[in-house]
């Protein structure tokens, strides 16, 4: 597996920890930034993990911004792309068995690293389970191909 992550200056000290998580679990990592903690614009770390994953350069995504929202409406309007925002380790389970997501946006502000860090390993080890979760997916790929 192959994760692109990105965070903005709210979400780039969340973001290291992340990284560091991702080295213990021996999976490969592109680091799209930002890498401080001044004022930067959430879509310019966002929009390229999104894009990496709509493309099939890594297998999944993780954005981290203060709340989360920022990144998550970001990473959604990239079509292909299926992000959630998560908070806890039910909806981290739930959102790779039931709707295989393939970016998940967290809030370096609303949790702490412990939990972020959980988060993500349950998030990046779960699979998708199919069958009737499948169909529904299905649905909403087939609503993205729909001309406007």
Avoid at 15 to 26: D, N, Y
Avoid at 37 to 61: H, I, M, N, Q, T
Wanted: glycine letters at 12%; hydrophobic letters at 35%; one cysteine or more.
């Amino acid at each position: 597996m192959k994760v692109a992550i990105g965070a903005d200056h709210g979400g780039y000290i969340l973001k290291e920890e992340i990284t560091s998580l991702l080295e213990e679990m021996g999976i490969e990592y592109e680091d799209m930034g930002c890498n401080c903690e001044d004022s930067v614009d959430y879509p310019d770390y966002g929009l390229p993990v999104a894009e990496k994953v709509a493309r099939g350069e890594v297998d999944r995504g993780i954005v981290i911004c203060g709340t989360g929202i920022g990144m998550s409406i970001t990473a959604n309007k990239v079509k292909g792309i299926r992000c959630a925002l998560v908070h806890d380790m039910f909806t981290a389970k739930a959102t790779r068995e039931h709707n295989d997501t393939n970016v998940l946006a967290m809030g370096a502000r609303v949790i702490g690293p412990g939990l972020a860090r959980e988060i993500a390993k349950i998030w990046l080890s779960t699979e998708f389970e199919g069958g009737r979760h499948a169909k529904r997916i299905g649905k909403i790929a087939e609503y993205e191909q729909k001309e406007d």
